[in-house]
């Protein structure tokens, strides 16, 4: 069966600096997320993509915060300078329909120091 | 307003009995509604979907969606030990592409 896929499964960085959290989507969907979930609390939308572009992004979805497609099968979140309370559970989510059901990959445990 | 509300508490039911979930959400205009899973440390899991008012069933698992109220619900029936989990009700938000969630309940199953 067809997965999301999250590459690592922890990472652990400094504080200002850059970290890549990547995923590859289910093959055939055309819809990609980002969520995340700092520990105790609930999942909160980042932002979403499709068709080469951001097509919706929350609050915190800030300019220290990217997307990018950077080829046909990575999807990839990029905080270009880490903060302490950047530190949460990062998942990735595809679908293959507008407003359907969203797959989410295993996430990656961000922490920073 | 929050866009999803599950208030209850911890859940705890007896192995072989039902768990009766429940969910609001604040936005009239919302079109989808799924049921995650997620275990303790694990990503969520979706395991309903609904999109129009009545019950939908799979398994051992019912949802009901009931769009005059804003209301969602998952019942288990027959629930297992492997049950237990954090269960999230999540919604698309007046037909935005991403999804709004709540805080989840925490199902406990005792053997």
């Known amino acids: 069966e067809p997965e999301v896929t999250q590459t690592p499964s922890h990472q652990v960085t400094q504080m200002g600096q850059e970290v890549i959290l990547r995923c590859v989507p289910i093959s055939n969907h055309l819809y990609f997320y980002w969520y995340r979930q700092i520990l105790g609390q609930k999942v909160e939308f980042l932002v979403s993509f499709y068709n080469n572009e951001i097509s919706e992004k929350s609050e915190i979805f800030d300019d220290q915060f990217s997307v990018e497609r950077p080829d046909g099968s990575n999807f990839t979140l990029k905080i270009r300078s880490t903060k302490l309370e950047d530190s949460a559970m990062y998942f990735c989510?595809?679908?293959?329909?507008?407003?359907?059901?969203?797959?989410f990959g295993p996430g990656t445990r961000l922490t920073v120091t | 307003q929050k866009e999803v509300e599950q208030n209850s508490g911890p859940l705890s039911v007896p192995e072989g009995a039902i768990a009766s979930l429940n969910c609001t959400y604040s936005d009239r205009g919302s079109q989808s509604f799924f049921w995650y899973r997620q275990y303790s440390g694990k990503s969520p899991e979706l395991i309903m979907s609904i999109y129009s008012n009545g019950d939908k069933e799979d398994g051992r698992f019912t949802a009901q969606l009931n769009k005059a109220s804003q209301y969602v619900s998952l019942l288990i029936r027959d629930s297992q030990p492997s049950d237990s989990a954090t269960y999230l009700c999540a919604v698309n938000p007046g037909g935005d592409n991403r999804l709004a969630f709540g805080k989840g309940n925490q199902v406990v199953v005792i053997p």
């Open positions: 989510a595809s679908t293959g329909a507008d407003l359907g059901e969203q797959y």
